[in-house]
C-alpha cells in the first residue's frame, strides 16, 4: 500500500462514523438587479479603486483610444482573433507581433514586448474582476502576463454584477484569467510590489454597443 492509499483509507474509516448528511446551503445572490449603467458605474469604481485605468467609450472609438494608450510602446502583441481594426490607429513605428498556434512568441519576446491588446470574456462589477478564457480575441494565458502593459477590451455587454452570474458564460475546461487591477503583493514586509506576477499597467476600454 503506498502513503497515498493509507492516508486516503484512514480519511475514509474516519468518516464512516460521521457521514455527511447536512445540504450545502445554496441562499447566495445568482442574479442581479441592476441597470447597465450602475453595473458601468460599479466596475469603473472598483477597477479605478484597483489602481487601473478606466474608459467609457463608444466601439468606434476603439482605434483611437488604444493608439492613445500605446503612444509610448514600442512594441505590442496581440492574439490573432483580436479586431484588426482596434490596432489600425497605431503609428507605423510600433512594431504588432501576432501571437497565434503554431507561431507563438517565446516568453524572451514576449518579455521584450512593450504591450498586449486583448478582449475579455466576461466582467464582475461587484469585485472588480475581468476574465479572460483564451478564446481567439483573447489568446494564451502567457501573452497578457508577461507584458508589462495590457490593453483590455471589455464589451459592455459582458457586464455582470455577481460572481455566479458569471461562471454559466465561461468553459471550465479553458485555462482561465482573472484580472483585478495591475499586478501587485504586499506580501513582503506589507508593502506594495508591483508588476510581480502580471503588468504593471493596466488600461481597461469599456466599450459601448459591443
Known sequence: MSAKEEILGRIRTALA??????????????????????????????????KAGVDVIEAEQIPDFVASKLKDASSVVYPQGLDARWLSALGSEVELRLDAPGA??????????????TSSAVSVAESGTIILDGQPDQG??????????????????????????AMPRLSITRPLTWISGPSATSDIELERVEGVHGPRTLDVLMVRGL
Open 140 to 165: 494564451r494565458r502567457a501573452i497578457s502576463l508577461v507584458p508589462d502593459h495590457h490593453v483590455c477590451i471589455v464589451p459592455v455587454s459582458t457586464i455582470v454584477q455577481l460572481l455566479p452570474e
Open 104 to 117: 507563438r512568441l517565446s516568453v524572451a519576446e514576449l518579455d521584450a514586448t512593450s504591450a498586449v491588446v
Open 17 to 50: 462514523d460521521t457521514p455527511v448528511t447536512e445540504e450545502v446551503p445554496r441562499e447566495y445572490r445568482t442574479t442581479s438587479t441592476m441597470s447597465q449603467e450602475q453595473l458601468i458605474e460599479l466596475l469603473v469604481d472598483r477597477l479605478v479603486d484597483y
